[in-house]
């Protein structure tokens, strides 16, 4: 098995990478901390031509992006391009609007699918589906999330599971990186801890309450080949700070 390798999702430092300038500067810092690829989301407006000069600049590999249901579904030509531009074949799709969040809202999406994925695959490039926590309601027997899965296509659509938001639905994310195995090319890595106030608030992976040691060995026997870093909120902390203690907590795990 292949070790899956540690990116940086740039959503965590959305803050930081609101003009070209700052993805620039933003790019070369988590270099410095040793990450070697990127995901691309929450960007402020950039010409990819510029940014893919900023990431080869900076020496990290444009694996994998975000993108808008709308974008694929009324701009999917241009999504291509920026992806040939970046040498990206992982895309995924962040989130769907609330709508979906339904037994019709599943079908509808499955139905609009194989046009978007179909397109990205004649193109080379693979698309996944990223979850938060509303997709493990029950939809009868199953969840929204376990029904998307079972009723498409591994070559139509892949995984791209979150630890945190699986955990925050009820799930194991360690279980469902299993279910998924073969279909993931990647898993965003995000720790989960409690306050004393009961409070329940992300984390910087290795300093929450997930189990470590499951989930990537489940990722790694999966085919997982990128994990990818992100913490949606980093409170009082850096952002800058709170990726360096994740990537360095996966790097004493075995993965860099």
């Given amino acids: ?3 899956p390798i540690v990116g940086a999702q740039l959503y965590s430092l959305r803050e930081h990478c609101k003009t070209l300038p700052d993805i620039e500067k933003t790019l070369g810092r988590v270099r410095d901390i040793g990450y070697t690829t990127v995901q691309l989301s929450g960007l402020g407006p950039a010409d990819p ?21 709308e974008q694929c579904r009324n701009g999917l030509d241009a999504l291509i391009a920026e992806h040939k531009t970046w040498n990206c074949v992982h895309a995924a799709i962040g ?3 609330g709508d979906y969040r339904s037994a019709d809202g599943l079908k509808r999406f499955i139905d609009e699918l194989p046009p978007v994925a179909e397109g990205f695959r004649a193109a080379g490039i693979d698309f996944s589906y990223h979850n938060h926590n509303h997709e493990l309601v029950r939809i009868g027997a199953r969840t929204w999330l376990q029904a998307l899965y079972e009723d498409t296509a591994p070559e139509l659509l892949k995984a791209e599971l979150d630890t945190y938001w699986i955990q925050a639905g009820g799930g194991d994310p360690a279980a469902w990186i299993r279910a998924c195995a073969g279909r993931e090319p990647l898993l965003h890595c995000k720790d989960m801890c409690i306050t004393p106030e009961r409070e329940q608030r992300f984390a910087e992976v290795g300093e929450g309450n997930l189990n470590w040691p ?4 489940a990722a790694e ?8 870093v992100e913490q949606d909120n980093c409170y009082e902390r850096d952002p800058f700070d709170s ?10 795990m075995g993965y860099a």
């Fill in 1 to 3: 098995m292949t070790k």
């Fill in 49 to 69: 031509g510029a940014i893919a000069k900023a990431a080869a600049a900076a020496d990290l590999r444009i694996v994998a992006t975000h993108v808008s249901w």
């Fill in 95 to 97: 989130g769907l609007p």
């Fill in 214 to 217: 499951a989930i990537l060995q």
């Fill in 221 to 228: 026997a999966g085919g997982v080949a990128y994990l990818l």
């Fill in 243 to 252: 990726m360096r203690i994740s990537y360095d907590n996966l790097k004493g």
